[in-house]
């Protein structure tokens, strides 16, 4: 079992930054990919950003490139979100997750309000 924690979420004003990171445990991460989607409100959960393990490639939400960028720390199990120029529209609950070849991991996210 992998248990996901997100922490870092909170308030922000428009065109702020903020960064959220996510903590695996149960067992090592550092050999799969990891990646962030978010929720907001009335919406499908989307894409955000996605690493691999050896963090040679990174994917983004083509609406995101060049604001978000994420990262990771294989031996602390732990991967990062970096928000900057942060837009009301941003506002959401952000779930980081770790696919592994049986399952798929989910965190219970944490709330990113970025206020106007």
């Known amino acids: 079992q992998v248990q996901l924690v997100e922490s870092g979420g909170g308030l922000v004003q428009a065109g702020g930054s903020l960064s959220v990171s996510c903590a695996a445990s149960?067992?090592?991460?550092?050999?799969?990919?990891m990646g962030w989607f978010r929720q907001a409100p009335g919406k499908d959960r989307e894409f955000v950003a996605a690493m691999s393990w050896n963090e040679r490639n990174t994917n983004y939400a083509d609406s995101l490139k060049g604001r978000f960028t994420i990262s990771r720390d294989r031996p602390m199990n732990t991967v990062y979100l970096q928000m900057n120029s942060l837009k009301p529209e941003d506002t959401a609950v952000y779930y980081c997750?770790?696919?592994?070849?049986?399952?798929?991991?989910w965190g219970q996210g944490t709330q990113v309000t970025v206020s106007s």
């Open positions: 149960g067992r090592t991460v550092a050999n799969y990919a």
């Open positions: 997750n770790v696919r592994l070849p049986w399952r798929t991991y």
